[in-house]
């Protein structure tokens, strides 16, 4: 198992700046995922570690080594890509084990890799096929494959599921977690989706216009945003953010308790009771389980998350409330106020 430590690590293009001095450090064996919308720096950080990319500054440690100006080859890395990068002429066999092969592993030694990687992936039956032979899924088993026969400590994954179904998504999601912790690796894995990143990482790093905007347990950046864009951006439905004005939603004379420029309350945090603070239903989503209500409160909006067994319809009135442990309070600048 191996440790990943960035230290300021930079990287610019003439006038364009995709990364700020981001600092890191991921444990060894650990399941770290890089999240954030597009063009944040995350793939640019993932290629950084990988040697594919050249920082502009900062130091790249992997196990307690300075490989910041070591080649891909030299990084005891493997990699995983969006696009899986299968050769379509090549077996499945000869897929897997060709890094082996240009590297000129001796023949008995990368039969047997070959052997372990697709007894543990479920690829026995399929060393014949051609890439073009197989599902999505089973094309991603082959990236895997290829990655875990050479035998690296750490491994790097770009969006390595955004081109399945969301179906096939979530049992792959469930499958390289167990790989993952089976094997002991330390992976880094880049996604824009917060399911993802919630429900796989043991670290979650929200990068944000080339900066880290929060690092953590991923229970942390959902509980304890630090600042309006990590609320936003962790949970579905995003979480709430109103203005207040001296304590109250701005537009109404509904008091909340919070002084703070902004407040933050999750969907799912708010109740239906009509002793709570007046409101008007502007729309209905029903998702089954569930029901969001879109609510008007002076005006601000709130979303509110009920279960689907509840009845509502656009114009009804509705009180709303919330426990005082639910409510978020955030300043003038998008920061946590404890």
């Known amino acids: 198992m191996s440790s990943i430590v960035l230290i300021d ?44 990319e050249t920082a502009s500054g900062g130091q790249v440690l992997i196990d307690g080594r300075d490989v910041t100006n070591l080649p891909p080859a030299q990084r005891g890395i493997a990699m995983v890509f969006q696009n899986y990068a299968l050769f379509p002429h090549l077996s499945v066999a000869d897929n897997i084990t060709f890094g082996l092969s240009v590297r000129k592993t001796p023949a008995a030694e990368s039969a047997k890799r070959l052997s372990d990687a697709a007894a543990l992936l479920g690829l026995g039956a399929l060393l014949d096929r051609k890439p073009s032979q197989l599902s999505g899924g089973q094309q991603q088993r082959v990236a895997l494959g290829r990655a ?29 977690r167990d790989l993952q912790r089976q094997l002991g690796l330390t992976v880094v894995y880049v996604t824009h989706d917060q399911t993802e990143a919630m429900s796989m990482a043991d670290q979650v790093v929200l990068l944000n216009q080339g900066r ?35 304590g109250r939603i701005a537009g109404s004379d509904a008091a909340t308790g919070v002084h703070a420029a902004m407040l933050g309350v999750r969907p799912e945090a708010i109740a239906l009771d009509p002793q709570g603070i007046p409101a008007t ?58």
């Open 9 to 52: 690590i930079a990287k610019s293009w003439g006038e364009s700046t995709a990364l700020h001095a981001v600092n890191l450090h991921i444990e060894p064996g650990s399941f770290c995922v890089l999240l954030g919308p597009s063009g944040c720096g995350k793939s640019t950080t993932l290629r950084i570690v990988a040697g594919l």
């Open 148 to 176: 875990l026969v050479a035998q690296a400590k750490v491994c790097l994954m770009d969006e390595p599921l955004s081109n399945l179904d969301a179906q096939l998504r979530q049992d792959m999601r469930r499958e390289l």
């Open 212 to 246: 880290v905007e929060q690092a953590g347990l991923p229970r942390d950046l959902y509980a304890r945003p630090a600042t309006t864009f990590a609320g936003r951006f962790i949970g579905t439905p995003p979480m709430n953010l109103v203005a207040l004005e001296d």
């Open 281 to 338: 239903v502007q729309s209905v989503e029903y998702l089954g389980a569930d029901l969001v209500l879109r609510c008007a409160i002076g005006s601000q909006t709130l979303l509110v998350r009920i279960a689907g067994q509840l009845h509502a319809e656009p114009g009804d009135r509705v009180g709303l409330r919330w426990a005082p442990e639910d409510a978020h309070a955030f300043d003038a600048s998008g920061q946590r106020i404890d």
